[in-house]
């Protein structure tokens, strides 16, 4: 019934549907603006709000039971039954909705595909006390990493290999960047991921007995030599600068990848792919060499 509906008969479902939930919104409203300055990274964001837009994106938003703020709708664009049924499910959970038209949608929208829905959501904030580690944890440390999309794939990659913790240390780049969110695939919601100063890092691995693993391209042990078993926390470096020096003054194994042709490294997303598979199918058994 309701995708057959005109525009202005769709909103007055919706508020007469949700009549506490429901509001009109228009360009210059606060809530239009604030998803704005979060994709543009216009003003800070201390309560660490995240944009998430269309059907797709937003499964993870119901699925991982994120809180959610508000939601912004435009109607025009709620036409397939897979729309509507992700707009009831976040209606559901959100304490407002503010519909707002298809050309303001449009402009606000990072993505340019929303699909008439963006959440603005709360990211999932973990701290190191709140992760307690067990007998055997895969950790994997992203070090002044300034590319969100490179963040993003290692989040992913981390996920497909059963990773148990993100450190992030030496930020360049936020969380709450449309970028990161959607080049992890959702897995930054799965995954719990602490964001830390090294000295708090290096304390919490040491007190736990992690043995530390650096990326180097001059690391004295190929990253198939090593065993990977026990409490293991890889660093990965920035793109440009490396591994902080900080990193080399703890207790160390120091791994590369052999490169055979005229590069000398790979991009560190893939990098980061290659030695976490290479590790977690070696802790799981399946890899012997």
Known sequence: MFLKLEVEEKEKWLKTNYPNKVHFAGS???????????????????????????IWANQFVIGYNLKIDYILVAVESIVTPEAYQMLEKLIAHAPDVYLISKKTMDQVSESGNPAGMITLCYFPVKTLDDYT?????????????????NVGTITRSADGTDVDLIVICNRKTRLTHPKFIRSSQGSCFK????????????????????KIILTDTDGAVD??????????????GSE???????WYTLPYQAVKIPMFGDCDSLNVGIAATVILYEATLKRKGLLKR
């Open 240 to 246: 440009r600068h490396g591994i902080s020096r900080e």
């Open 28 to 54: 210059k409203s606060p809530m239009v603006k604030r998803v704005d300055q979060i994709n543009n990274n216009k003003k800070s964001n201390t309560k660490q709000l995240i944009p998430v837009e269309g």
């Open 191 to 210: 995954i719990p991921i602490v964001e830390d100063e090294f000295d708090n890092v290096s304390k919490w691995l040491l007190r736990h007995n992690f």
């Open 223 to 236: 990253y198939f030599d090593e065993e990977y078993s026990g409490n293991i926390a890889i660093i990965m």
């Open 133 to 149: 580690p067990k007998r055997s944890n895969l950790v994997m440390i992203m070090d002044g990493l300034e590319i969100p999309g």
